[in-house]
């Protein structure tokens, strides 16, 4: 089963870890407290916040993405602790979720999120949601970090070793190092957010089809 992944950038400067859990034991699998929906109809809040890309546009109507619910493991013995499996929502449409940081993202129909350990939540794992499968993740993490700027977090990224930076992209109007870890089969982004790195980090990253699902939902990455 693989548990953890952590990924150390360069000379201390910062880290970046996280807990990539298959999702078929998502027991083990890290996920939000809580994902807010915002109404678009909150006219008086998005004149006080940074408006989303596309300046005088509103924001669709956010929704939640469902929790997964409790399922019994395959195979496992009688006695044996429930584990969590990932059912998909009813509805087929795309849904804009925003998150308490003040940020959003429009996930696919029949994404869900799963409940974080303590553990994983100590490695500054805050949100892990799936496509339902229990093939696919994206892991939502917060760590403390010595980067002033996206400038010098890629630097880190580029003088870490097993580390693959592949751009500077900007989505949503914000700055991102796009980079891959191979020996954990993921593809992150990440950037400077309220002082500390943010990093969206998407697995399995040998999936080419969800890769250019991770890349739709980077470029749905909006500010509240």
Do not use: H
């Amino acid at each position: 089963m693989k548990r953890i992944i952590a990924i150390w950038l360069a000379a201390g400067m910062l880290m970046m870890g996280g807990a990539l859990a298959e999702a078929a034991d998502a027991s083990r699998l890290p996920a939000p407290e809580e994902v807010a929906a915002i109404e678009s109809a909150e006219a008086d809040r998005a004149t006080e916040t940074a408006a989303p890309a596309g300046e005088g546009e509103e924001a669709p109507e956010a929704t939640e993405i469902p929790e997964a619910e409790p399922t019994p493991e395959a195979g496992a013995p009688g006695d044996a602790e429930p584990t969590e499996a990932a059912e998909p929502t009813s509805e087929p449409e795309d849904s804009q979720v925003w998150f308490e940081e003040g940020f959003g993202l429009t996930f696919p129909g029949g994404w869900v999120s799963y409940p974080v350990a303590e553990e994983d939540r100590e490695s500054g794992v805050r949100y892990a949601l799936g496509d339902g499968t229990g093939e696919r993740s994206l892991y939502i993490q917060f760590k403390p970090t010595g980067a002033a700027d996206v400038t010098a977090l890629s630097e880190a990224v580029e003088n870490t070793e097993g580390l693959s930076k592949t751009g500077d992209l900007s989505f949503g109007g914000t700055d991102f190092v796009t980079f891959i870890d191979a020996r954990q089969n993921a593809s992150c982004c990440a950037t400077i957010w309220g002082g500390e790195m943010l990093a969206f980090v998407f697995t399995p990253q040998s999936d080419s089809d969800f890769m250019l699902t991770a890349s739709r939902l980077m470029e749905s990455f909006k500010i509240m």
